[in-house]
């Protein structure tokens, strides 16, 4: 089972708003991570946290804030968006150790920021 | 720092054809991983095929297979006997094994399967 779920699939929120993304797996997977993507490009990596540690923070702006609150789980809290953040949110996983080099995706989030 | 470039931006290919998507990378390391992702209009990205560097045998997965070579640093995708459902933005993406857990992504090619 190689599976990532994501709540939820798509999210219309104002700029005052507060809302959170949810990203979980139950593949035992130590590493998770959290992407940005734009219309035709490539995902831009967020976050990442090794072992509920976040060890990576690619100079997100305060108004992500992620968690992580055991293994399984990774959220994405969201506080005054502005109308560029719109984009498609992607959780993803990985395994530690010698095999930790794949990561798989999960179905991502569609955030619209009115 | 690593950088992964795929050239063509957009491909097409007649249903039931073969097709090559090119991808070269360059890096300084000696051991890691290398991937192609399907990332289809659904927008869900899937893990298509991944090479270890040091093994020197080539990748396959079913209708899916890579080149692979090291010396010159390029890893491209070959699809045969193409479907419908392989029309997709295909992502090339470097890992290295050290500890730092980044994916390098190339630009993606967009390929059109046409019936």
């Known amino acids: 089972d190689t599976e990532v779920t994501q709540t939820p699939k798509h999210l219309v929120m104002g700029m005052t708003n507060k809302k959170s993304l949810k990203c979980e797996q139950h593949m035992g997977h130590r590493a998770m991570y959290w992407y940005k993507q734009k219309a035709k490009k490539p995902p831009e990596l967020m976050f990442v946290y090794s072992y509920e540690k976040l060890s990576i923070n690619e100079s997100v702006p305060s108004r992500f804030s992620p968690e992580c609150p055991n293994s399984s789980l990774l959220n994405l809290h969201l506080h005054a968006l502005q109308p560029e953040d719109s984009a498609l949110y992607l959780c993803?996983?990985?395994?530690?150790?010698?095999?930790?080099?794949?990561?798989?995706f999960g179905p991502g989030t569609r955030l619209l920021v009115l | 720092a690593q950088t992964v470039t795929q050239s063509q931006p957009e491909m097409s290919v007649q249903e039931a054809e073969t097709v090559t998507l090119s991808c070269t990378y360059d890096?300084?390391?000696?051991?890691?991983?290398l991937f192609w992702y399907k990332q289809p209009p659904s927008r869900q990205m899937i893990l298509v095929i991944r090479?270890?560097?040091?093994?020197?045998q080539n990748a396959t997965e079913n209708r899916f297979s890579v080149n692979f070579q090291k010396a010159a640093k390029s890893f491209s995708l070959k699809i045969s006997d193409s479907q419908l459902g392989d029309a997709a933005m295909y992502f090339c993406?470097?890992?290295?094994?050290?500890?730092?857990?980044?994916?390098?992504f190339g630009k993606g090619t967009r390929l059109h399967i046409l019936p």
């Open positions: 993803a996983s990985s395994q530690e150790g010698l095999a930790k080099g794949t990561q798989y």
């Open positions: 090479q270890e560097a040091y093994k020197q």
């Open positions: 993406a470097y890992r290295s094994l050290n500890r730092d857990d980044k994916i390098i």
């Open positions: 890096t300084s390391e000696s051991d890691y991983y």
